[in-house]
């Protein structure tokens, strides 16, 4: 059995797609660092949370918007991602509370995004072109 069993797990490696690290985010005073990216607080723009169709259940993003068209992107699985989440209720005044961005995430259909800054009834739901063509990949 064990030159089967070696078998298929070669044959699954071969099957299962190769996925990039996620990229990691840190916070601090002034901004947010994603991979070797840095923006500040002050730049930021628009975030919105949005969720991923994926095989087996759902990938949650966040896109982020700077004063210059700058798109930057994490997902939940990059290293940070918690603590990036509390940070943007900290730092960025008028945002959306984190617990409850989360939770309309969650409750969102995949595709669907909750606008996290700056919040307004008429952005809510939709996602903006430059969102939906990021790269939040699983």
């Avoid at 930057?72 to 940070?80: A, F, Q, R, T």
């Amino acid at each position: 059995m064990g030159v089967i069993s070696r078998y298929l797990e070669r044959l699954a490696a071969k099957v299962r797609p190769r996925r990039a690290a996620p990229t990691a985010v840190s916070v601090n005073a002034d901004g947010l660092r994603i991979g070797g990216e840095t923006m500040a607080w002050s730049e930021m723009r628009r975030l919105d949370a949005y969720k991923r169709d994926t095989y087996v259940g759902d990938f949650l993003c966040l896109a982020i918007l700077d004063s210059s068209d700058r798109v930057l992107d994490i997902n939940e699985e990059s290293p940070g991602w918690e603590e990036a989440g509390e940070a943007i209720e900290r730092f960025l005044p008028g945002s959306l509370p984190h617990a409850e961005w989360m939770l309309r995430l969650i409750a969102a259909n995949p595709g669907e995004s909750v606008t996290i800054y700056p919040v307004s009834g008429a952005e809510q739901g939709r996602q903006p072109r430059e969102f939906r063509e990021s790269g939040c990949q699983r």
